[in-house]
């Protein structure tokens, strides 16, 4: 046989021998920005696209991205936290309606993230930063309009284990209570002479809703930044803009003697009922809690933080004089 045939076929053969060639390494990037097209102008609708398609790219499987404890889609898992706080506050400038459609247009671009790639980590890793940065009470961009669709979302997919939706379907149902343009729920609630009053029977063009424990720390800080603004003082001794700080919990003592220093201005009390609590009546997770209402009840903020409320308060009343 000749050689040169021989030497051929081993070379054939030894070459048949080799494995699989290796898979390619995972890669590590940037964070994906979304580019907002040109043709778009209109300064609303450019947020509202960056927030609806922020998670696009990112939520991209045609590469295999690093997986790890530090990783997440192949990006710097302090990286991706910041801009979950970047899309949060993205969503706080848009209204209700068009932060909603975001949050559930990113469910469903992380969800099909997820089906295609189970061994990513970026539906599990950006849900549960999303659910901290927008529910978590001490947040300062959360925002339980924007939160709802979400968390709805959570409620029903086959992605998210059974034993936990019905947490999320509880904290949708929470989030369901009171929302922006729509009218607050009223409640009754007593004041320090004994008088009974109701939420809907302050009439003002705007109320300040306030539900506050005596002593609290941060209820004391809020007060002293609505006392403290000369333009808010005089709104609320003019009738423009009342104020209703109500006390929730069980004891009345101690209520009643700290709230002999609250603002005379205010309407003052404690909900003698206890619906506002037992019955949910608002879900209130967290001392201090705020709301902005307009002259028929109508919810402008819920939960909001002091700054936003300030800042929206005082932008109103600009625009009033």
């Known amino acids: 046989m000749n050689k040169n045939y021989l030497l051929f076929l081993l070379i054939a053969l030894l070459a048949g021998c080799k494995g699989p060639a290796p898979a390619p390494a995972p890669k590590v990037r940037d964070f994906p920005m979304v580019p907002v097209p040109a043709l778009i102008s209109d300064p609303g609708e450019r947020m509202e696209y960056a927030a609806t398609h922020y998670w696009d790219a990112f939520a991209d499987t045609s590469a295999v991205y690093l997986c790890d404890t530090a990783h997440i889609g192949g990006v710097d898992k302090d990286i991706v936290e910041k801009q979950v706080g970047t899309f949060a506050t993205l969503l706080g400038g848009l209204g209700a309606a068009p932060a909603g459609r975001a949050t559930a247009a990113v469910f469903d671009r992380l969800a099909a993230c997820e089906r ?22 001490n947040s300062p961009v959360r925002n339980e309009d924007a939160y709802l669709p979400f968390v709805k979302k959570m409620s029903e997919s086959d992605l998210v284990p059974e034993s936990m939706r019905p947490a999320y379907a509880f904290d949708a149902q929470a989030c369901g209570l009171n929302r922006t343009g729509t009218r607050a729920a009223d409640f009754g609630f007593t004041d320090l002479q004994g008088k009974r009053h109701t939420l809907y029977a302050v009439t003002a063009p705007l109320t300040v809703l306030l539900f506050s424990n005596p002593g609290c720390p941060n209820c004391r800080e809020i007060m002293q930044a609505l006392t403290g603004d000369a333009l808010l003082r005089q709104a609320v001794e003019a009738g423009v803009v009342a104020v209703v700080n109500v006390y929730i919990d069980l004891e009345r003592e101690k209520w009643a003697a700290y ?30 809690s705020l709301y902005l209402l307009g002259a028929d009840k109508t919810v402008i903020l819920k939960d909001a933080t002091i700054e936003k409320l300030m800042n929206t308060l005082y932008a109103m009343l600009q625009q009033a004089k």
Do not use: Q
């Open 116 to 137: 295609k790639d189970t061994s990513s980590n970026i539906f599990d890793g950006v849900c549960a930063l999303l659910t901290r940065y927008l529910y978590d009470p």
């Open 259 to 288: 709230a002999k220093d609250y603002p005379k201005e205010w309407y003052n009390g404690y909900d003698h009922t206890y619906r506002i609590r037992t019955d949910m009546t608002y879900n209130i997770r967290a001392i201090p």
